[in-house]
């Protein structure tokens, strides 16, 4: 937010990373660093804080009510509850669900009681207080209808169901917004100048590539801690091992990673089961049951075998023939009820049917394809059509709206949006030619047809 939202002659705030320096006199993650000290200085959520917004005119007025914050980890919650208590010059208590008990909670209402005397607010900040039980809930309860206390509640959960009603009737809820894109590369630009500062005049300047940017706003998912933690990660690994080169993409995704490892590591075993794949493949039975009985005989677990034939089925076949799979899984079964020798004759089978059947990777491709996206976009938000709403505050913040029911419809379909809006005019599923994918494939050309037609949630 760069405007001023509240017209003040203030001088300007000092750099946060300077002001953590004079608290604490020591180093603070990159996130905490970074933190704003004015409302102007936050990054996204401009439907709370615009200069019109229902929560800066409040502020305006002086008139702070208790709130709950709701929102996703990284986008703002405890740094917004902050900036509101000093902007209402009150006293903020902070507490966490997670460790705290009634017995907190009540010596913090005798601190308020005090400082009421003083004319002066105190500001209850309950971190994840969807983590408060109803008995905990209810201990503060009373003192927020009294206004003794002015409660602010962060939480990762949907309050209707973890805030118990008459609390959640005294709060106004302010729903907070995953960071954007943009302001997720804003704030790596800053993240980036803030290590250069603590780098030193005479150490080489850190840069970042857009690529890098790039990765880290796909995996960050909106998070602006863990897109600076990453950002920090990378920027540690480079300098403890003297590498003055810009940070690259590969660099965040090994940042980022997370390894998965299987234990058989003799070359034959993938020898033989690439063998196995590949006739499967290829259409060619002789030699599936060939590899597959070779596999057996040099002492292979054939529940392995079993799940390869599963994946196989969906990985190969998919819905060319939907009878694969539950083909496979039968034998899977078959060889789990009947054991060696006998079950192995149903594995044989599985392995026929497959290289008779016909071959489709679409559904393989569609996974990778969303993979991808949802690697390079995130967490995209569920649009509201989509949404349930089975409370008041859900309806009334547009949960639901908009939706209607396909079996209302001529041929059961209404043709709704089904992707979040940011994607919603790509396609992920291309239906081969064969079997059962071949003849629903016409089908899918006309819904994708009039679905693009329609506007989102309509019928």
Known sequence: MAEDLFG????????????????????RPLADRLRPRTLEEMLGQEDLLGPDAPLVKLLRAGNVPSMILWGPPGSGKTTLARLVAARSQADLVTLSAVTSSVKDVRAVVDVAKSNRKYQRRTILFIDEIHRFNKAQQDA???????GTITLVGATTENPSFSVISPLLSRCRVFVLKPLGPEDVRTLLRRGVEELNRTRGKEAPALVCTEEAEAAIVGLSDGDARRALGLLELAESVKRSSGDDTPIEREEIARAAQRHFVYDKTGEEHYNLISALHKTLRSSDPHGAAYWLQRMLAAGEDPRYVARRLIRFASEDVGLADPQALPQTVAAWRAYESLGTPEGELALVQAAVYLAMAPKSN????TQLAVQKEIGESGSLPVPLHLRNAPTGLMKDVGYAEGYTYDHDHEGGFAAKQGLPDEIAKKRFFHPGKEGWEGARAEHLRRWDKERGGKEKGSG
């Open 8 to 27: 003040d002659e203030r001088p300007p705030p000092k750099p946060p990373a300077q002001v953590a320096e004079e608290e604490t006199g020591g180093f």
């Open 140 to 146: 503060f309860l009373p003192h927020v209808e009294s």
């Open 362 to 365: 679409a559904v393989y491709k």
